[in-house]
């Protein structure tokens, strides 16, 4: 009986190793289902008054489990667009924004928003604009966003 303690212990041990492999690989996955799940809505630009300098406006919705981060945005119509943070009657240029787990984050006119500076040329009132917003976690995501008459307030208070 003693020669076969070492098979038995040498099986027992992989089936305690399998065991842990497919835990590991269920727990990934049960992650991955809590991951950030990002989508955008209320899309919208302003009919810009310059030449050279446009807001952008959106809500990022986030139904996952984990909180991510917009990084930056790229824009086709305009050679930069950065992310402003608006605190009180002041704005400043920022890294990111988070967008918290089961939140939002909503960018809007006297809040934080987007600047699509050095326009390559100025969008009118009923043209789209693309843009591709950039996240630490999530794919990059594409937006299509309205062109609307420089005083546009949306219905929803965004």
Known sequence: MRPLAGPVLITAAALVLAG?????????????????KLSVKSAYMPQPVTDSMAAGFLVI????GTADELTSVTSDIAQDVTVHETTGQ???????LKVPAGGELVLRSGGDHLM???LRHKPKEGET??????????????VEMPVKSATYQPASGQ
């Open 20 to 36: 842990c492999g497919s835990s590991a690989s269920s727990s990934s996955s049960t992650s991955s289902s809590s991951a950030a």
């Open 61 to 64: 919705e986030n139904d996952g």
């Open 90 to 96: 002041s704005m400043r240029e920022v890294a990111g």
């Open 116 to 118: 699509f500076e050095n």
């Open 129 to 142: 604009v693309s843009l591709r917003l950039n996240f630490t976690e999530s794919k990059t995501i594409t």
